[in-house]
Structure formats: structure tokens, C-alpha cells
């Protein structure tokens, strides 16, 4: 199996299409905390028609080794890692939520080797308390005992997904669930303190970030509402923000043809 290896211990990742020449950014995908690289199914296959795609499991997720503990401006520079050793020279970065939380660092701390950013259901601020709180309870919790379906499914889902989906596709929530339920306790609990529990707020520095950027959020979301988005767009010079009526969290997941509707002609305008 294909593995990175980083300063956050080794990453899974599936390439998939080819650069059109050696000079090509190549299009970077990563997803939401507790989602795996599956979580972009749906963009895969479109997105590795035009360039060389890569399609992270995040450090704790999916088939990637557990972390140390990190923060996200940690996980950052580990990209970079990454990046090194697949002689990743420059990159369109596509990331939902912890994906749009590195993607803006990344384009701060590492500005030559970002191309463009896609920001889709992701806030550049840091956790209200109440809700930073609420994760470290579950984060310790999971930590000790797992997270069972459960207790996944009455306290995450509502966040995740939109009510249209939860009524209307239980199935594509039920697979959530359990991909969940399987990934690391340690992965897992290090992974949501980075992205939720010890979350920097970066709003008042983003306005440094001059690559082309498309800000997306579901219409729904209720883990990273809307307001986050706009605030984003506002002060990110040029971008553009497009709203996803019918999906929450998991935009890409729940609405992948109205998402690719916006993503895939921005992402193939940067190749």
C-alpha cells in the first residue's frame, strides 16, 4: 500500500490520474475529521481527468498511523513532508473542514507551494467554547471507550449532515458511522483536539492569501455554519463562495454533482 512518510508519522494516500507536464500542480485532497480519503469518492474520478490527484487519509484516519500530538499548523508543515518526498512541487489544495483548516495554513506558512485553494464547510476561526468543551468530552471519551454507533449517530450526525440526508439517504449516514466506529481510539481523540479542541483562530491573517480561492459550504451545515464561510470569502481577496442548498457538513459527500458543478472547472482553471 502507498504511504508518505512525515514528521506526524506515516500517511496513506491513493493517487490516482497524471499532470499534464512536470510543471503542473498536482490537485490535493483531504477530508474532514472522522472521514477518510473515501470521503471524495464522488470527486475522484472527474478531478483525475484533468491533472495528478492525491487523496490523503488524515494522521489517526483511515489506514494512516497514528500522530503524535499535533496542531494544525503542524499538520501543515508535515504536508510539506509529504509533499517532498512526491515531488509535489506545487498543488491545488481541495479540503472539507480539517482539509480547508490546513489548506489555509498552508497558503500562510507555505505560499510557493500552493497553487490554489477549494475551502469547502471550514472556518478560519477557533472553536466557541461550548462546543470546544462539548469535543473534548468526546474526544476523551473516545479516547477511553471507542466511539460507539451510537453515540456517533444521536451527537455527530446532526452536525455532519443536513436533514435531507439523514431522512433520505440513511445509508450513506449509516457507512459514516461505521467508518467511524473503525478508525484508531488515540488517532482519533490527538486528530479532533488539533482540529476542534485547540483550534487557532486565523481569521485576521487570512486576508494574506493571494492564490486563487472558491469557498464552498452546505446550505445546512451546522458544525461549521455558513457565517464561516462568508467570513472566509470577505477577507480572502478574489475568491468566490457558492452556497450548497440540500447538504450539511459533508458537502462533497452528500451533493458530490452540485459540488463538482463549482469545483472541478475552478480546480481545471488552475492546471
Known sequence: MPYVRTRLGRWFFEERGTARDASAPAVVLWPSLMCDGGMWRGQVEPLAALGRVLVFDGPGHGKSEDPPVFTLEDNADALIDAFDELKVQKAVI?????????????????AARVKALALLDTSAEAETRPRAVKYRLLA??????????????????????????????????DRFVR??????????????RAV????????????????PTLVMCGADDRAT???????IAERI???????????????????????NEELVPFVKGQL
Open 196 to 211: 476542534v479542541v485547540h483550534r487557532t483562530d486565523i481569521l485576521d491573517k487570512i486576508d494574506g492569501i493571494r492564490v
Open 94 to 110: 481541495v479540503g472539507l473542514s480539517w482539509g480547508g483548516m490546513i489548506g489555509m495554513r498552508m497558503a500562510l506558512r507555505h
Open 179 to 192: 467508518a467511524s466506529h473503525g478508525f484508531s481510539r488515540e488517532g482519533l481523540s490527538k486528530a479532533a
Open 225 to 231: 455554519e455558513v457565517v464561516h464561510s462568508q467570513r
Open 140 to 173: 476523551s471519551f473516545g479516547k477511553r471507550l471507542g466511539m460507539p454507533p451510537a453515540l456517533v449517530t444521536a451527537q455527530i450526525t446532526p452536525l455532519f449532515f443536513s436533514e435531507r440526508t439523514l431522512a433520505a439517504r440513511p445509508e450513506l449516514v
Open 237 to 259: 481577496s478574489g475568491s468566490k463562495l457558492v452556497i450548497v442548498q440540500g447538504a450539511g457538513h459533508l458537502s462533497a459527500l452528500e451533493r458530490p454533482e452540485a459540488v
